[in-house]
């Protein structure tokens, strides 16, 4: 199972960023995926889910109204479009599943929201 995250990046407030997670090794369909975050010196919080089938997304209300989480099961792929982006938001983004009872991880990538 690998996780890969891309389009990190340094934006200013108010800005847009969208992230990638590009899966392989699993069946990605069959899958919840999720967002997580660890801004520095905290502990990593769940950003967002979005569920297999149906589509169903949970925000933490840290960014509910501003991300929006989506898949594309062709590509494997989970997407989180960050906007209104806050100086609070920087931080390491993660991709996460669990499969089989295991917690699989990408390695991150790195937002940063400054002026």
């Known amino acids: 199972v690998q996780l890969v995250e891309s389009g990190g990046g340094l934006v200013q407030p108010g800005g847009s960023l969208i992230l990638s997670c590009a899966t392989s090794g699993f069946t990605f369909s069959s899958y919840v995926m999720s967002w997580y975050r660890q801004a520095p010196g905290k502990q990593r919080e769940w950003v967002s889910y979005?569920?297999?089938?149906?589509?169903?997304?949970n925000y933490a209300d840290s960014v509910k109204g501003r991300f929006t989480i989506s898949r594309d099961n062709a590509k494997n792929t989970v997407y989180l479009q960050m906007n209104s982006l806050k100086p609070e938001d920087t931080a390491v983004y993660y991709c996460?599943?669990?499969?089989?009872?295991?917690?699989?991880w990408g390695k991150g990538t790195l937002v940063t929201v400054s002026s």
């Open positions: 996460f599943t669990r499969r089989g009872g295991m917690d699989y």
């Open positions: 979005i569920t297999n089938t149906d589509g169903i997304t």
